[in-house]
């Protein structure tokens, strides 16, 4: 799943280099955090947050067939 979000966010930012996707269990549940250069935040981002909707809404398909758990944070 990290490698899918983080292929997605590359191909957003102008700065790929500065692109650093983490993955984390906490209480059963899968956290991937997404952090970019300021300047690309709002590319991932969008306007009024679809864009990062529109990811979260892909690994939200993906990972309930296969009967788990997880959340993408952006910037934190």
Do not use: C, F, W
Not at 3 to 24: F, M, P
Not at 31 to 49: T, W
Request: charged share 30%.
């Amino acid at each position: 799943m990290k490698e899918l979000v983080e292929y997605i966010v590359k191909n957003l930012v102008v700065d790929t280099d500065s692109v650093n996707v983490t993955e984390e269990e906490d209480n059963g549940v899968t956290v991937i955090h997404v952090n970019v250069a300021p300047d690309d935040m709002g590319r991932v981002i969008g306007k009024a947050g679809k864009v990062v909707s529109s990811i979260r809404a892909i690994v939200n398909s993906i990972s309930s067939r296969q009967h788990k758990k997880v959340v993408v944070k952006v910037g934190e």
